[in-house]
């Protein structure tokens, strides 16, 4: 079945430091892949897809890019900030958008220190 | 921006009663779906509804769950007989047309003594 493995945390980083978090995946089609973002006492919200392979989702100055041939999906930052202190969760889809389960992996916990 | 509401944010509730999660999915939304997410683990599937009918489930979704979308708002997450074990954090979420992701809910934090 789909399975998502991302890196453990939590992981904890001074403020203007370089952010690298790993995911990669395992799907029987062609799946659609997401970073989705918990904020402390908030619920999941989308932070940035990619639907194709070589596609590169980025918002808020995270990006990430869908690598079929290492099956992976890293979560990158040039500079982050203490606002970025959240948990970071990787997901696919298998299909399409439509009505497919999300299959998570186990989140990354983040940490900025100022 | 339209939201998934989830009410209530914390149920508390004894073991063995029947404990009902509300949801208020986007409104031209069209699929549903429940996840939950026990503490320390990861965010795993229940269940998708469309069309007012289940479209998948999985294993954990069993017997002692149903959902409801007893009317043109709400989506509603039952389990008949709460266990220890449901003690989680419960996400609603929906989607409407194939181009569209999941929009969460802030979640339902459940606790069963």
Known sequence: GDSVTQMEGPVTLSEEACLTINCTYTATGYPSLFWYVQYPGEGLQLLLKATKADDKGSNKGFEATYRKETTSFHLEKGSVQVSDSAVYFCALSDENFGNEKLTFGTGTRLTIIP | ?113
């Open chain 2, 1 to 113: 921006e339209p939201e998934v509401t989830q009410t209530p944010s914390h149920q508390v509730t004894q073991m063995g009663q029947e404990v009902i999660l509300r949801c208020v999915p986007i409104s031209n939304h069209l699929y549903f779906y429940w996840y939950r997410q026990i503490l320390g683990q990861k965010v795993e599937f229940l269940v998708s509804f469309y069309n007012n009918e289940i479209s998948e489930k999985s294993e954990i979704f069993d017997d002692q769950f149903s959902v409801e979308r007893p009317d043109g708002s709400n989506f509603t997450l039952k389990i008949r007989s709460t266990k220890l074990e449901d003690s989680a954090m419960y996400f609603c979420a929906s989607n409407g047309d194939s181009n569209q992701p999941q929009h969460f809910g802030d979640g339902t934090r459940l606790s069963i003594l």
